[in-house]
């Protein structure tokens, strides 16, 4: 078991989704990210946030023990990020009712010493400026993997453009591998991208899967056939938790472990957005979770 | 081994894509249906042309032994149905150019007496009244599939829920089954269509695979991994055609029998929009087929 490290957003999230609201719930990439690699392996959180948030409020990491929250810094005199999404009648589609960066918006936090050691990594989406500066922070981690997002495939395409340059993997939706690429196929895209990248790419197509692209091979997988969906924030990185819980947890990312962390990626993020915030996530175990991904083997063979 | 029938159409195309361009070239429902389901199983034909269409072109049905054309009626006094579709940079995305429904807006086939005793049908998208005026016409058939398309869903709405009533199998994209349930969930819409069946549905999702759906539960399949895509008119009907014929050789439907016939069916559609018209079809082998399958389900286990 190798120890993994996950940098990212925390925030207060309000959600609207045509199953019902939360407000001022608990929600950020780093923390989904951490809650459901917890399941495979213990996890590093790096992140900041304001003094406005209440101690309570954060009790879902401090009560896993496997969350290390050694490198959470709470900034005195700053706001928490916070973030208001509404969902359509198809959950596909949301618009974003508010945002405010606050802290994320602030330098960046300092990965502890203790953390420098960290051999699995996770970037979680942000600026890639800030990204490449806690890669800097690091010693000589064995696999790091980035996300990102259109506003930086737009606006810092080029500093993207090195940062993908020193890192193993890469995780970033359709939509986003098209723009990059400027390629409308996205098995092409996905291809393509995987040769900017020292490894290997994952293509999350949401309710459709995603595609691995690793040594110019691409490995597809369906979505959970999912009927009810509450809440899908939060999906894509309970996704990248659980795959990189998954590999740090048995210290490999070849082409046949990164299949089957992808396989617990899907899983886990489809029990995730059965409920609003960590609530989903909190009610299973890795034995529904070994359940879900024994029935999803079941009915995606032939 | 069982006897297979498909109803449908017979095209001159003309397609444009990035690809490339072909004009007056074969197409239709039933000709991709019966070129796919002929590396199975022997294919009955059932459609219309009109006294325009050349010998010459008929040729890639006429030439493979598999295929019978004693349903093949030549209406003297008629214009074979012309479709004209343009694709887009992205080739999900298409418009259509010009249709002429011709010998399609006319009374339809009758199915020759040597055919009537069909145990596995497929009737291709028409209108259901037709479609239930051909089944009207069979005997006993063990199993009966049809697709439909978003205009029927909208115009037909009653004529086509009674259809659904008499077939064991119901194949449409996933607009398709969104439209027909109201319901913006595809897993949800898949489970409830299948209640409206006697057996079974099949939502396709394009690059994206598709889902059957029976007994309760969903089986997801996700798509191969095109890089290139030059054509993809007929890739449902293709689908459609390889299901079946799998399913008629093997004289089976349940369950395991679908989900194999369904990763055939995808197999042989995405060989098939690897270029114009039938093209593709007429370059390959069942060897080549049985390859692809077995590459795939090599990529798509975990």
């Known amino acids: 078991m190798s120890s993994l490290l996950v940098t990212g957003s925390i925030g207060i999230d309000t959600v609207e989704s045509p199953a019902g609201k939360v407000e001022d719930a608990l929600g950020g990439s780093s923390v989904y ?5 917890s399941f495979f392996t213990p996890v590093r959180l790096v992140g900041v946030v304001g003094d406005d948030c209440p101690e309570a409020f954060l009790a879902p990491l401090a009560e896993n023990e496997r969350i290390d929250l ?3 810094e709470v900034r005195p005199g700053s706001k928490t990020f916070r973030w208001h999404g509404r969902y359509h009648e198809d959950v596909n589609e949301r618009d974003t009712v508010a945002v405010e960066l606050n802290v994320l918006a602030e330098v960046g936090p300092k990965i ?8 699995y990594v996770f970037l979680a989406n942000t600026h890639p400026d800030l990204q490449m500066e806690l890669l800097g922070q690091l010693g000589k981690p064995k696999l790091v993997v980035a996300d990102t997002m259109d506003l930086w495939i737009r606006t810092e395409r080029e500093k993207l ?35 900017l990248v020292r490894r290997f790419v994952v293509v999350k197509k949401g309710e459709h899967g995603g595609v691995l692209f690793m040594d110019g091979k691409a490995y597809p997988l369906p979505g959970y056939p999912a009927a ?3 809440d899908p924030t939060g999906a894509g990185d309970t996704f990248a938790g659980a795959m990189m819980g998954c590999l740090a947890a048995g210290d490999a990312a070849d082409a046949a472990a990164l299949r089957r962390a992808i396989a617990y990626g899907t899983i886990t993020a489809s029990i995730e957005l059965e409920d609003f915030s960590l609530k989903a996530l909190q009610a299973t175990t890795r034995e529904a979770i070994d359940d879900r991904l024994a029935e999803f083997r079941g009915i995606v063979s032939f």
Chains 1, 2 share one sequence.
Do not use: C, W
């Open 33 to 37: 990210f951490a809650y459901a690699a």
């Open 70 to 72: 050694a490198g959470l």
């Open 112 to 119: 502890p010493d203790a953390f420098l050691d960290s051999e």
């Open 161 to 195: 453009a090195k940062l993908m340059e020193r890192i193993d993997g890469l995780v970033l939706n359709d939509s986003e591998a098209r723009m990059l690429t400027g390629k409308p196929n996205v098995i092409d895209a996905g291809h393509r991208i995987a040769q």
């Open 228 to 230: 009810l969906v509450v």
